[in-house]
């Protein structure tokens, strides 16, 4: 693992309008729950890989007059952040641009460190948490949350949801990224230096009714429209141009079926330094 790991990890999701638009519906009090009990006013907090800055607005909201730092790998992130921050007349928070593995902090700079679906896409998650572990201070706490890929469920499993699957998986493992690391998220909290860890795992329903199955259909619609995700596709002949084609066409129909369900499930660990 060399320092530019992060220039050569190419992330999943890309950065079209519509990953914005599903980012900007996640917030800090339903995402980061598990976190709530140990954030108070006055902490100093990081929230990296933050997007476009939905769930770091959030945090800034729990501890002012505390300040938040949102980093993240992408430029394009980071305007929206700013934007979001303006719009809403926040004013403990700062945006930087910068790898995960390479934080913009001094050693113990701060209380609560924030990781939200983001070591899922890098393809060295414990150098990621050594990282994180770094710039927290003695009684402070790391928040991570990720997905755990084996427990997606989808149905009716329609060909094109079989084979987008399937895609999405491959996706990562070519991008040496893991789909099962978060089941490992305690052990590579202590093998980072964290002294006690808690995790729990849950479930999030994304094809449902209603909103949720607007955002599945965003989702499928979309992804396979993603540059870089249908290039790497097409070039590694994992599915053709019509098959890429029918999956982004069967999305609203999918989505509309009575009979639609599926979730998600995640792994949200703190670690304790
Ligand atoms: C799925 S998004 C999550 C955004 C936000 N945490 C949220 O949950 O709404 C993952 C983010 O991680 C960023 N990212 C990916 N690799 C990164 C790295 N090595 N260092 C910092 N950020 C990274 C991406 O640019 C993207 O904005």
């Known amino acids: 693992m ?9 992330y999943l999701h890309g950065y079209e309008e519509w990953t914005r638009r599903w980012m900007e519906t996640r917030t800090a009090e339903r995402e980061l729950a598990f976190l709530t009990p140990y954030l108070a006013p006055g902490q100093a907090v990081i929230d990296c890989g933050c997007g476009p800055g939905s769930i770091t607005l959030g945090l800034a909201d729990a501890v002012r007059p505390g300040e938040v730092l949102g980093i993240d790998i992408e430029p394009r992130q980071l305007e929206v952040a700013r934007s979001a921050a303006d719009r809403r007349g926040t004013t403990n928070v ?3 641009q910068a790898s995960i593995y390479e934080l913009p902090a001094p050693d113990a700079g701060f209380d609560v460190a924030v990781a939200h679906f983001v070591i899922e ?30 427990g997606f469920v989808f149905r009716p499993l329609t060909p094109e949801i079989v084979l987008f699957q399937e895609l999405m998986a491959r996706w990562q493992k070519h991008n040496n990224a893991s789909t099962t690391y978060s089941a490992d998220l305690r052990a590579h909290l202590l093998a980072a230096g964290f002294s006690r860890t808690l995790a729990t795992a849950g479930m999030e329903a994304v094809a449902g009714a209603g909103q949720d199955a607007m955002v599945f259909r965003m989702i499928l619609e979309n ?18 141009e019509s098959q890429l084609n029918a999956i982004s066409d069967s999305a609203s129909t999918f989505a509309e079926r009575p009979d639609v369900f599926g979730f998600i499930v ?3 660990a703190l670690g304790f330094v």
């Not at 060399?2 to 190419?10: C, F, G, H, N, V």
């Open 2 to 10: 060399t320092p530019d790991s992060a220039q050569q990890e190419r």
């Open 121 to 150: 896409h890098v393809s060295d998650p414990p150098r990621a948490l050594r990282e994180i572990r770094r710039v927290l201070r003695p009684g402070g706490v790391a928040a991570i949350k990720d997905p755990y890929y084996p």
């Open 266 to 268: 995640f792994v949200q």
């Open 223 to 240: 992804q396979v429209k993603e540059p870089s995700f249908r290039e790497t596709v097409l070039q590694q002949r994992w599915a053709t």
């Open 94 to 96: 700062r945006f930087e």
